[in-house]
Nanobody, 124 residues
Framework: QVYLVESGGGLALPGGSLRLTCEAS????????LGWFRQAPGKEREFVAA????????EYADPVKGRFRISRGYGEETVILQMNSLKSEDTATYLC?????????????????WGQGTQVTVSS
């Protein structure tokens, strides 16, 4: 079992920044990618960004390219999502997820483990 805990959500002004952190624990051996997804009320869950555990691969959804950056924190079990130039449409619950080798990093069903999520609200 792998456990994922997100932190760092909150309220930000349009144009502002927030930094989300996801910490993985448990049987993390074998995981190959950590990803961030988001889900707004009444909308489907969507891919935001993903990074390989080795740190040599990153992928971003088009709406966040150039504004968000995913990185590994200290140790393989931590992943950070730095969100800059926030927009109201970024408002959502952000969830961390972990997957094993195989399949696209942007596909929800490829991920085996999920965190509970952290709320991000962008509003003036």
């Amino acid at each position: 079992q792998v456990y994922l805990v997100e932190s760092g959500g909150g309220l930000a002004l349009p144009g502002g920044s927030l930094r989300l952190t996801c910490e993985a624990s448990g049987l993390t051996h074998g995981l190959t990618h950590l990803g961030w997804f988001r889900q707004a009320p009444g909308k489907e869950r969507e891919f935001v960004a993903a990074i390989s555990v080795s740190g040599d691969f990153e992928e971003y959804a088009d709406p966040v390219k150039g504004r968000f950056r995913i990185s590994r924190g200290y140790g393989e079990e931590t992943v950070i999502l730095q969100m800059n130039s926030l927009k109201s449409e970024d408002t959502a619950t952000y969830l961390c997820a972990a997957k094993y080798r195989g399949g696209s990093v942007s596909v929800i069903r490829q991920y085996s483990y999920w965190g509970q999520g952290t709320q991000v609200t962008v509003s003036s």
